[in-house]
């Protein structure tokens, strides 16, 4: 799929993948592509957020396509919604090369920190 991430903090996680490669037969950006892509960011950021002996694992994801791409890139930066204690919640916005808004996702995360955290 050939995922670039770009930078990871927990307060945002920026990452791309190519067009080219990730279409669907019609020559467009794949849909599962932007999924993977938004599920992946926000995870990102969820381990960031419960750092190395933490775990975070996705329980629900939803992604709404507004539109695709038929060259590039497409990049998506994720940010938390809500962390809590034991759940937090994601958007995740994909955006092509011009900006416009390819996909809207949010993910919702276990998280599990490490004991005394």
């Known amino acids: 799929m050939g995922l670039e991430v770009l930078a990871i903090s927990r307060d945002e996680v920026v990452g791309r993948v190519p067009v080219a490669g990730n279409t669907q037969p019609f020559g467009l950006l794949n849909g599962g592509v932007s999924a993977y892509l938004a599920e992946t960011l ?5 381990m960031a ?56 996702a949010r993910l919702t995360v276990f998280l599990r920190r490490p004991r005394g955290a």
């Open 42 to 46: 926000a995870s990102l950021a969820a």
């Open 49 to 104: 957020e419960v750092g190395p002996d933490g775990i975070a694992a996705g329980v629900d994801l939803n992604a709404t396509h507004h539109t695709s791409a038929r060259s590039g890139w497409a990049t998506g930066v994720a940010r938390p919604l809500r962390v809590g204690r034991s759940l937090a919640s994601y958007e995740v916005v994909v955006s092509d090369d011009a900006g416009e808004r390819l996909c809207t």
